[in-house]
Nanobody, 115 residues
Framework: VQLVESGGGLVQPGGSLRLSCAAS????????MSWVRQAPGKERKLVAF????????NYADSVKGRFTISRDNAKNTVYLQMNSLKPEDTAKYYC?????????WGQGTQVTVSS
């Protein structure tokens, strides 16, 4: 199982970024996918989840209305569109899936929101 995130970077407050997570090594279209973030000195927190079909999503209250999770099962990729970014969104963002044989995480991509 491999999850590879990309798309992070430095952005000004109010800006946008789109994160991608390319998955391999499992039947991607059978499993839900999550984005989780961890700010320095803080615990990891779930940001968003999408079901295997993409038909069901949920979000942390702190990102509702600003972030959108989606997936392309033909490309084995999950996305996180982040708009109206705030300094408190600064964190390392991880892609995660839960398989029958365990939890799998990517290496993370850093998002920094600063002027």
């Amino acid at each position: 199982v491999q999850l590879v995130e990309s798309g992070g970077g430095l952005v000004q407050p109010g800006g946008s970024l789109r994160l991608s997570c390319a998955a391999s090594g499992f039947s991607f279209n059978n499993y839900g996918m999550s984005w989780v973030r961890q700010a320095p000195g803080k615990e990891r927190k779930l940001v968003a989840f999408v079901s295997n079909s993409g038909g069901h999503t949920n979000y942390a209250d702190s990102v509702k209305g600003r972030f959108t999770i989606s997936r392309d099962n033909a490309k084995n990729t999950v996305y996180l569109q982040m708009n109206s970014l705030k300094p408190e969104d600064t964190a390392k963002y991880y892609c995660k899936t839960v398989l029958s044989r365990g939890d799998y995480w990517g290496q993370g991509t850093q998002v920094t929101v600063s002027s």
